[in-house]
């Protein structure tokens, strides 16, 4: 069987490029059947233009930054994945907040002063 050029997480990270690409497409079948200048061939042109070449743009652009999704996504080994959990349990821990939400709580227990009163 041959391999899939895109794996289902490369394609839920192209939808978003393929959701216009469908838009564009109702369109440019809309314009094909419905001619709204009437029989203008300058106004076919334009208009079957502006919806061609951003729809190749993006299917190009679309197609390229999948296969580099997926290189990358390919590279990416269990050696690089333990090495950044080394990375991380190498760094010091952080201050636990104790001290801070005592003071917090300090502030919230105290008397409003009577010169605060509007």
């Known amino acids: 069987m041959a391999e899939r050029t895109f794996d289902r997480e490369t394609l839920l990270d192209l939808t978003v490029n393929i959701i216009p690409l469908g838009i564009i497409l109702f369109f440019v079948v809309v314009f094909l059947m419905i001619r709204p200048w009437g029989p203008n061939l ?23 930054s999948g296969r580099i999704i997926s290189r990358d996504e390919a590279t990416t080994t269990e050696a690089d994945l333990s090495s950044t959990d080394a990375t991380l349990s190498e760094q010091e821990p952080e201050e636990e907040a104790g001290e801070d939400y005592e003071m917090v709580e300090d502030t919230l227990d105290a008397e409003p002063d009577e010169d605060d009163t509007n």
């Open 42 to 64: 300058y106004m076919e042109t334009v208009s079957m233009g502006l919806l061609v070449i951003p729809f190749v743009a993006l299917a190009a652009l679309t197609y390229f």
